[in-house]
């Protein structure tokens, strides 16, 4: 069982209808163009209560407290340590170690280690594999949960699986319309702890 994380800046109609179809699955809002923000993120707050779904904000305390989330999420580039509602759930990325210990010293229990696998997007980048993704995360396993973030994709996530990874997220895997095998896949393996 894994954890599995989405992110989402505005919930469109391909995103809702493989969303419907899941359960377990946790969602991280970063919308950091800031169009329609709090419209998008109230309208996404609302779907994950309905739905009963994980809900993080990034970077915002302010609008987490407001919509009453589950917690907060701190990107690789968000060195400050300013979090002061305790009852929040803190993860955060990293792509590296010195990162790691950063977010584990702004208080993250579940960091996302990116990329293990090539990436083809906007910000293409080579992927570290999962030796090294397999090092770190049992270098870090006291600590917090080192879950796997880049290139995840249908072909390659049960490497994910064997690689014991306590979690995934994406920022593509949810954006094109999942076959019903994924979606029954993904349901068997989500877990929400």
């Given at each position: 069982?894994?954890?599995i994380y989405f992110y989402i800046n505005e919930?469109?109609?391909?995103?809702?209808?493989?969303?419907?179809?899941?359960?377990n699955i946790n969602i991280i809002y970063r919308n950091y163009k800031k169009e329609n923000y709090e419209k998008n993120a109230a309208i996404l707050s609302r779907y994950c209560k309905k739905k009963r779904f994980k809900f993080?904000?990034?970077?915002?305390?302010?609008?987490?407290?407001r919509l009453n989330c589950n917690g907060i999420y701190l990107p690789s580039f968000n060195t400050k340590k300013y979090f002061s509602n305790t009852r929040f759930n803190i993860i955060g990325s990293a792509h590296n170690e010195v990162e790691i210990r950063k977010k584990i010293s702004q208080g993250c229990k579940e960091i996302f280690l990116s990329p293990i696998f090539d990436t083809f997007s906007?910000?293409?980048?080579?992927?570290?594999?999962l030796n090294f993704y397999r090092k770190i995360k049992s270098s870090f396993y006291n600590k917090a949960k080192i879950h796997a973030l880049g290139g995840i994709?249908?072909?390659?996530?049960?490497?994910?699986?064997v690689s014991n990874s306590p979690?995934?997220?994406?920022?593509?895997?949810?954006?094109?319309?999942?076959n019903k095998k994924l979606?029954?896949?993904?349901?068997?393996?989500?877990?929400?702890?």
């Open positions: 069982m894994l954890k919930l469109n109609d391909t995103q809702k209808e493989n969303l419907n179809q899941l359960k993080y904000i990034s970077n915002d305390e302010k609008l987490a407290v906007e910000y293409s980048k080579r992927g570290i594999g994709n249908e072909k390659n996530i049960n490497k994910i699986i979690g995934f997220s994406s920022i593509s895997f949810i954006e094109k319309q999942l979606i029954s896949f993904l349901k068997l393996i989500a877990t929400d702890n």
